[in-house]
Antibody, heavy 121, light 110 residues
Framework: QVQLVESGGSVVQPGRSLRLSCAAS????????MHWVRQAPGKGLEWVAV????????YYADSVKGRFTISRDNSQNTLYLQMNSLRAEDTAVYYC??????????????WGQGTQVTVSS | QSALTQPPSASGSPGQSVTISCTGT?????????VSWYQQHPGKAPKLLIY???KRPSGVPDRFSGSKSGNTASLTVSGLQAEDEAEYYC??????????FGTGTKVTVL
């Protein structure tokens, strides 16, 4: 069965960096686009970034563009989110999610359990 | 990219139906048939209920149905059950490889 397991969340000071990981299993990782979605405390979902199946293209929400970098290691079935210049407003649970099917347009069929990132001095 | 607009809350008694709206623009909901709906219980990850406006993934009961008219999409939950009490979010492709979620609707089963 499809499994997505995030890790790397922690408490970090404003301006610092953090890298999240998402270990994927139960499916052919190289066939699917992967996303990061976040949810601030008591707030709604916010799409953060997507990387295509082959890693050739990456796209970001305006709120993180230039600060966050999404990447994937298809040999390790792992998705990453490098977060630099963190701000208090980046505090959220970060979910990794998989496209529902090959070539789908943002239909997120499978989600991890999330990892908490808290930006605070 | 602004969040899609959903009503903050909706409610219904067991067995009744509830419909949730999701209003966007011609640049997102109205421009593409890539509207999805998600259910999220407290402390849990979201679950995909509907994709491409009206399709259900395997395992999702047919009590959940989706539709779209112009810039507004809708999710209808028929035959409400206690376990349907949750937060519901719509989502749409917004062009240029961007995606936007709705503001969320809390559904209460009375």
């Amino acid at each position: 069965q499809v499994q997505l397991v995030e890790s790397g969340g922690s408490v970090v000071q404003p301006g610092r960096s953090l890298r999240l990981s998402c270990a994927a299993s139960g499916f052919t990782f190289t066939n699917y686009g992967m996303h990061w979605v976040r949810q601030a405390p008591g707030k709604g979902l916010e799409w953060v970034a997507v990387v295509w199946a082959d890693g050739s293209n990456k796209y970001y929400a305006d709120s993180v563009k230039g600060r966050f970098t999404i990447s994937r290691d298809n040999s390790q079935n792992t998705l990453y989110l490098q977060m630099n210049s963190l701000r208090a407003e980046d505090t959220a649970v970060y979910y990794c999610a998989r496209d529902l099917y090959l070539g789908s347009s943002g239909e997120l069929g499978f989600w991890g359990q999330g990892t908490q990132v808290t930006v605070s001095s | 990219q602004s969040a899609l607009t959903q009503p903050p809350s909706a409610s219904g008694s067991p067995g009744q139906s509830v419909t949730i709206s999701c209003t966007g623009t011609s640049s997102d909901v109205g421009g593409y048939d890539y509207v999805s709906w998600y259910q999220q219980h407290p402390g849990k990850a979201p679950k995909l209920l509907i994709y491409e406006v009206s399709k259900r993934p395997s395992g999702v009961p047919d009590r959940f149905s989706g539709s779209k008219s112009g810039n507004t999409a809708s999710l209808t939950v028929s035959g409400l059950q206690a376990e349907d009490e949750a937060e519901y979010y719509c989502s749409s492709y917004a062009g240029s490889n961007n995606y936007v979620f709705g503001t969320g609707t809390k559904v209460t089963v009375l």
